[in-house]
């Protein structure tokens, strides 16, 4: 069963910056896509970056310029790093993994909460 521990998640001020883990428990390039979606209350769960296997990234356009997705192949580990926070980033972020049989696997949640 593959499990997915997310952690860097927290509190901080409009124009901050907070850096997510996602530790896979098996080789991230058993994965062909890695990444992270948000869900805040009331609202539908919303992709905002991912990881190809070959390295592409793509990210949701709310955050393009100020988020970057990377990863630790030996770490078995992807970052989501979040610069420039805004109130409207505040959600539960999930890592997920999509395996080469079309499963998708997620994370717990972690809660990113940024203040005015």
């Known amino acids: 069963q593959v499990q997915l521990v997310e952690s860097g998640g927290g509190l901080v001020q409009a124009g901050g910056s907070l850096r997510l883990s996602c530790a896979a428990s098996e080789s991230i390039f058993s994965f062909n896509t890695m990444g992270w979606f948000r869900q805040a209350p009331g609202q539908q769960r919303d992709l905002v970056a991912f990881?190809?296997?070959?390295?592409?990234?793509n990210y949701a356009d709310s955050v393009k310029g100020r988020f970057t997705i990377s990863r630790d192949n030996a770490k078995n580990t992807v970052y989501l790093q979040m610069n420039s926070l805004k109130p409207e980033d505040t959600a539960v972020y999930y890592c997920?993994?999509?395996?080469?049989?079309?499963?998708?696997?997620w994370g717990q949640g972690t809660q990113v909460t940024v203040s005015s």
């Open positions: 990881i190809a296997r070959g390295g592409a990234t």
């Open positions: 997920f993994a999509d395996s080469r049989n079309a499963a998708r696997y």
